[in-house]
């Protein structure tokens, strides 16, 4: 009974990395295979699952985690996979209509996507509250980087925080673990990239923006920030300043 038991659980344990290897490499359906699988569902069916599409994508947007496809298929469309893209365009045109969000594909290969406040926006550009004191220990990271040209040794931001009496080494009363919310937390939510840098002994690493600051902050608006931080013009820094402003996206686009 034991030995059959373990060769049941084995092939339900095959059966399950299976489904999971066929999320991994799902095939998005073409246009004509989706319109013809929606006949095999009535409009309020998918309807229905879009509703639970963007309930998963709000709660995960609740703590800034980004959605990957094969999560979504296997953990919601589930046998809806048909009609995936469908359910994708209903989804985008809720989040866009009732919530002013925007679903941004941030990584291509893996199928990753966030969505994008579309109503708090500076200048065009979507970008963060600092209401909240992660976002403002976010927005001195960013600052950094952005005032370093791109790319900084996280050395230099853990001294910099110390000067700004934020100890990583030390529990902070508001932060908890700074190192891991930097390094972890921010990273998972795509605002900051943290990659080692080759050949060191001991080991370093590299702080660069991730993919969702570039959708999200506004440079112009972090230099405002790092102007108040320091007291200073945001145009004392004539470099940043230029790159800031060249940035900014185009108001012409109606889209």
Not at 83 to 98: C, L
Not at 168 to 197: A, C, M, N, S
Request: glycine share 4%; proline share 4%.
């Amino acid at each position: 009974m034991t030995q059959r038991k373990r060769q049941s659980t084995a092939r339900q344990h095959d059966v399950t990395s299976t489904q999971e290897d066929n999320d991994v490499t799902f095939t998005q359906p073409s246009t004509s295979q989706v319109q013809r699988a929606l006949e095999n569902f009535t409009s309020d069916q998918v309807d229905y699952k879009t509703a639970e599409v963007v309930q998963y994508f709000l709660v995960k947007q609740q703590k800034k985690i980004p959605v990957r496809r094969a999560d979504l298929i296997k953990n919601v469309v589930k046998e809806y996979r048909t009609v995936y893209p469908e359910i994708m365009k209903r989804a985008t045109e809720m989040f866009e209509q009732v919530f002013g969000l925007k679903l941004v594909e941030i990584d291509t290969k893996n199928h990753v996507y966030i969505l994008v406040n579309k109503l708090e926006a500076v200048d065009g550009c979507p970008q963060i509250s600092l209401s909240n004191p992660k976002t403002a220990l976010l927005f001195v990271v960013l600052g950094v980087i952005f005032m370093k040209g791109g790319v900084v040794r996280e050395a230099l931001i853990w001294n910099i925080l110390k000067k700004l009496r934020v100890d990583p080494g030390e529990k902070h009363p508001e932060f908890g673990d700074v190192k891991k919310v930097i390094t972890d937390e921010f990273v998972r939510q795509r605002y900051l990239e943290f990659v080692r840098i080759p050949h060191t002994d001991p080991i370093e690493h590299e702080l660069r923006w991730g993919q969702r600051a570039n959708l999200e902050v506004s440079k112009v608006k972090l230099l405002e920030f790092m102007g108040e931080l320091h007291d200073q013009q945001p145009q004392s820094w004539s470099q940043q300043y230029r790159v800031a402003h060249s940035s900014q996206p185009s108001n012409n686009s109606n889209t």
